[in-house]
C-alpha cells in the first residue's frame, strides 16, 4: 500500500518538471527525503519560488530555471536522468479557452519536446502528467480509458496530443513511457488565489476570510478529488512498473464522486461557518460528472490510493488553517 516502500537505486536521478508547481514540489519533496537526487526544472510561470527555496538545504537538489519550449534546455535537464516526471504545463480549462496558442505552445510542444530530450538521453522512464479532461462529453459513469467523448476544450486537446506522442515514442522509440490522467488533484501548496484556482482551495480560503464562495452552475456537479498522496503514489508507481505496461495513460483518482454542494457544506462545517455561496452561470468546457474507473492503474501499475476524500480534505484543511493562522501573527 502507497509508496514508502517503493525502493529505487540510492543514484537514481530524477528529473521533475514543473518542480515548483504543486504536484512537482510534493514530488520533489519525497524523493529528496528519500535521499535521490532531484533536478526540479520550471520556468516560474506557475510554479512559486518559496517551492524552490524550500530544499535548497539538500545537497542533492538542483533547481533549473529553464522553459519546456526551449529544446536545448530540455536536452541538458535530462542528461544523466533515470526517470523524468514530467509535470510542468499550464492547466485550467477556462484559461485554454482564452489562451488556446499559448497552451499549445507550452502543453504540446513543451511535452514532446522533453519526450525528444529523454529519448536522445536514454532516459529510462518518462512518466507525465495528463487529464481526467481527455473524457470530454463522454456520458457514462465512471470514465474507463479507452471509452473517450468529444473534447471540450484546448487544455483537454494538448492532453489528447501528449497521450498519442507517450504512446508513438513508446511504440517507434522504445521510451517508456506512462500518461497519468489525474482526475481533481488536491492538497497542501495549491495555490487558493487568482481567477483559474482550484475550487477546494478557493473556497477554504474565502470561507476562512469570511467570504461567499462562488459556484458555478447549480453545484450539483460532481468530481472524482484525488488527494496529492495517491498522485505521488502513482508517480513513482509508474517509474518501477514493467515496460509491457508503457505507452498507456491511467486513470489516476481514488474512485469516489464528490457532490460540489455537498463539499461546500462539509467545509463550511469543518471550519464553524455558516455562509452561503453565489451561484452564477456554468462554465463553457466543463464536465458535468466525474468519476474514474481506476482498475487499469490498480492492475498494471500496482496503483492502490490510500487517501479518501474526507480524510484528504481534513488535511488539507487544516493546512490553510495553520497557513493562514500563521501569516495573522
Not at 143 to 154: F, Q, V
Not at 167 to 173: A, D, E, F, S, V
Not at 223 to 246: H, Q, W
Amino acid at each position: 500500500m502507497g509508496y514508502q516502500h517503493i525502493e529505487f537505486d540510492q543514484s537514481a536521478t530524477f528529473l521533475i518538471t514543473g518542480g515548483a508547481g504543486f504536484i512537482g514540489s510534493h514530488l520533489c519533496e519525497v524523493l529528496l527525503k528519500k535521499g535521490h537526487h532531484v533536478i526540479s526544472l520550471d520556468d516560474l510561470s506557475n510554479g512559486k519560488q518559496e517551492h524552490v527555496d524550500m530544499f535548497l538545504k539538500y545537497p542533492n537538489y538542483t533547481f533549473i530555471k529553464g522553459d519546456i519550449r526551449d529544446f536545448d534546455t530540455c536536452l541538458k535537464a535530462t542528461q544523466d536522468v533515470d526517470y523524468v516526471l514530467h509535470q510542468a504545463a499550464w492547466g485550467s480549462v477556462p484559461r485554454s479557452i482564452e489562451m488556446p496558442l499559448l497552451y499549445e505552445e507550452i502543453n504540446i510542444k513543451g511535452t514532446l519536446n522533453m519526450l525528444e530530450a529523454s529519448r536522445k538521453n536514454a532516459v529510462k522512464k518518462f512518466v507525465y502528467a495528463s487529464s481526467s479532461s481527455v473524457y470530454g462529453d463522454e456520458p457514462n459513469l465512471p470514465k474507463k480509458e479507452g471509452i473517450e467523448g468529444n473534447l471540450l476544450s484546448p487544455y483537454a486537446i494538448t492532453k489528447r496530443v501528449d497521450e498519442e506522442y507517450g504512446k508513438i515514442y513508446h511504440q517507434l522509440y522504445g521510451l517508456d513511457t506512462y500518461g497519468l490522467r489525474y482526475f481533481n488533484v488536491f492538497g497542501p501548496r495549491q495555490d487558493p488565489d487568482g481567477p483559474y484556482a482550484a475550487v477546494l482551495p478557493k473556497f477554504i480560503k474565502q470561507l476562512l476570510n469570511n467570504e461567499a464562495p462562488m459556484i458555478y452552475g447549480d453545484g450539483l456537479q460532481s468530481r472524482d478529488f484525488t488527494y496529492i498522496e495517491n498522485v505521488i503514489e502513482a508517480n513513482l508507481k509508474a517509474c518501477v512498473a514493467p515496460s509491457s505496461a508503457a505507452g498507456r495513460a491511467f486513470n489516476i483518482a481514488y474512485g469516489q464522486k464528490e457532490i460540489l454542494n455537498d463539499i461546500f457544506k462539509h467545509i463550511n462545517v469543518s471550519l464553524g461557518k455558516d455562509i452561503a455561496p453565489v451561484y452564477t452561470e456554468e462554465r463553457k468546457g466543463d464536465i458535468k460528472h466525474s468519476l474514474a474507473d481506476i482498475s487499469l492503474a490498480r492492475e498494471l501499475l500496482g496503483y492502490s490510493p490510500e487517501w479518501d476524500f474526507r480524510r484528504g480534505i481534513e488535511a488539507s484543511i487544516k493546512y490553510y488553517v495553520q497557513l493562514y493562522h500563521s501569516k495573522l501573527l
